[in-house]
């Protein structure tokens, strides 16, 4: 039987569940630049350095293992990150990615007459994966590209099922304290769960930062999510991590696919996280040559939020932020526009090794100097 596809409305006795047609499908970063001899792809926040040597011979090794299913419960990964962070084994949930934890957790709290809180300038899956639910959406304003507590506490009801805070955030690379987030999770609602998603946990510097895990580990509304595609390099293996309260594991447990993380993204991700030497690694050399090429950038103008991720966001001016892009696409640097976050005037700029931030600030030199 063939099936034939068209731009035409599927029948209206044929349609997927509410909330489907009002997503806009999610849109990854650019990764070619037609025309340039040389592509510096600095739009979807990869490590320039790659993954541990370890991982990648770890993924190696199981070439030879491929008809044999994986460990569905993820036993040796769930052990190796609990005795690398100092958790509860039982308390983590491993992911297809952290995006598909997030879109399990969304399924599994959210529905029709449900709302999702998420900030203004927050990762775009949050609002998918409540429309996806069925549920509604709420943005929460953000006060100087920050989250703002006290407005993602107002924007709660009593229908409000989940609330989705990336910190550090992006794409704007902004950090809240500790200190902050404990009252939130303390003053939501008491139907409402709480998900810290700490994907760029790693990069952060700052002293008496938590991504979420010793919020998560005093309290039964609060999830952390982290992610093996960021700093551990892994992106091509989509692999994430989830540490929860049990109720929520059991939960997750029951209705997540068998066998949702494949044999050589488990083996990979058990060397990555042992090799805490090589993370150090990329964190002290991504802090360095992110302060440099924002103050670079500074002395050309263009002004970037302080960031705490592997990314910068500069402000070009609303007026000439697409003419930014299409002037470093030309030299092969593929960046990221913003505009579909509320950010029309700005470029999101991964934090490359020292030839592309090097390569960044000339050609933004230039830019500004035209």
Same mark, same amino acid.
């Given at each position: 039987?063939?099936?034939?596809? @068209? ?21 990854? =970063?650019? @990764?070619?630049?037609?025309? &340039? %001899? ?6 979807? #926040? ?12 770890? !993924? &190696? ?10 460990? =569905?419960? +993820? ?20 992911? %297809?990615? @952290? ?18 809180? +998420?900030?203004? +300038? ?19 304003? $953000? ?10 506490? $107002? ?6 099922? *989940?609330?989705? /805070? &990336?910190?550090?955030? #992006? ?15 303390? &003053?939501?609602?008491?139907?409402? *769960? ?20 010793? /919020?998560?580990?005093?309290?039964? #509304? ?5 992610? !093996?595609?960021? /700093? ?6 989509? *692999? ?19 066998? %949702? ?38 002395? #050309? ?9 592997? !990314? ?56 500004? @100097?035209?």
């Amino acid at each position: 039987m063939t099936f034939q596809t @068209s731009d035409a409305a599927a029948p209206s006795a044929i349609a997927p569940q509410p909330g489907i047609l009002e997503i806009e499908p999610y849109v990854g =970063g650019e @990764s070619g630049a037609p025309g &340039a %001899n040389r592509v510096i792809k600095l739009s979807s #926040n990869e490590n320039p350095l790659g993954c541990s040597p370890a991982a990648q011979a770890a !993924f &190696a090794e199981c070439a030879g293992q491929l008809a044999i299913y994986p460990d =569905g419960a +993820h036993v040796r990964l769930r052990e190796t990150i609990a005795r690398a962070q100092g958790l509860e084994a039982d308390r983590i949930v491993c992911g %297809n990615g @952290s995006d598909e934890l997030l879109a399990l957790l969304a399924q599994g709290y959210a529905g029709p007459g449900d709302e999702v809180v +998420h900030c203004a +300038h927050g990762f775009a899956l949050y609002r998918i994966n409540a429309l996806a639910n069925g549920a509604t959406p709420v943005c929460a304003p $953000e006060r100087d590209l920050t989250t703002d507590v006290d407005a993602v506490l $107002e924007a709660c009801t009593e229908r409000t099922r *989940l609330v989705f /805070i &990336a910190n550090p955030n #992006n794409p704007t690379g902004t950090l809240v304290g500790r200190e902050a987030l404990e009252r939130l999770a303390d &003053a939501l609602p008491e139907r409402t *769960l709480l998900v810290l998603d700490g994907a760029y946990a790693e990069y952060v510097r700052d002293a008496g930062y938590d991504a979420g895990a010793e /919020i998560a580990r005093e309290r039964e #509304n609060v999830v952390m999510t982290r992610t !093996f595609s960021k /700093i551990h390099g892994l992106a091509a293996l989509r *692999l994430g991590w989830m540490y929860a309260p049990r109720h929520v594991v059991d939960a997750l447990g029951r209705f997540r696919a068998p066998f %949702n993380v494949n044999a050589p993204a488990l083996a990979a991700g058990e060397a990555a996280m042992r090799d805490q030497e090589y993370v150090e690694r990329c964190a002290t050399l991504n802090e360095a040559w992110r302060d440099w090429l924002v103050k670079r950038l500074a002395e #050309n103008g263009i002004s970037c939020t302080p960031s705490h991720g592997n !990314f910068i966001l500069a402000e070009f001016g609303e007026g000439r932020a697409g003419a930014a892009d299409a002037f470093l696409k030309a030299r092969g640097l593929i960046g990221r526009k913003t505009a579909s976050y509320g950010l029309p005037g700005h470029l999101r700029l991964t934090v490359g090794d020292e030839t592309a931030c090097r390569a960044v600030a000339e050609a933004v030199n230039a830019f500004t @100097s035209q």
